[in-house]
């Protein structure tokens, strides 16, 4: 299994990245997605969230109407739309595939003990 995250980089506050994530080797549309951030010296955590057929998409407060999830079944690919960036964006983003049960609430896709398979991340820095 292999999730490849692209699309980080430089970026002033209030511009827009958009993030990827291609999968291979996993039956992707059996797979809810999620996308992680590690700022340096913090914890991993939650950005957002999308269910296997796209239907329900939950996102951490921080970044509700800044951020858009969604997802490409036909291309394996999940995608993090990035508008009205600040520097506390600043991070490694992460993506990552959910165990695959058929339980889906906010709180349970919040932990990352619920994904079992990650990709390397991608740098997002945000310039005031």
């Known amino acids: 299994v292999q999730l490849q995250a692209s699309g980080g980089g430089l970026v002033q506050t209030g511009g827009s990245l958009r993030l990827s994530c291609a999968a291979s080797?996993?039956?992707?549309?059996?797979?809810?997605l999620g996308w992680f951030r590690q700022a340096p010296g913090k914890e991993r955590e939650f950005v957002a969230y999308?269910?296997?057929?796209?239907?329900?998409?939950y996102y951490a407060d921080s970044v509700k109407g800044r951020l858009t999830i969604s997802r490409d079944n036909t291309k394996n690919t999940v995608y993090l739309q990035m508008n009205s960036l600040r520097p506390e964006d600043t991070a490694v983003y992460y993506c990552?595939?959910?165990?695959?049960?058929?339980?889906?609430?906010?709180?349970?896709?919040?932990?990352?003990?619920?994904?079992?398979?990650w990709g390397q991340g991608t740098q997002v820095t945000v310039s005031s």
């Open positions: 999308i269910s296997r057929s796209g239907d329900i998409t």
């Open positions: 990552a595939a959910d165990r695959g049960t058929n339980v889906i609430t906010k709180s349970l896709t919040m932990r990352p003990s619920n994904y079992v398979h």
């Open positions: 080797g996993l039956t992707f549309g059996t797979y809810g």
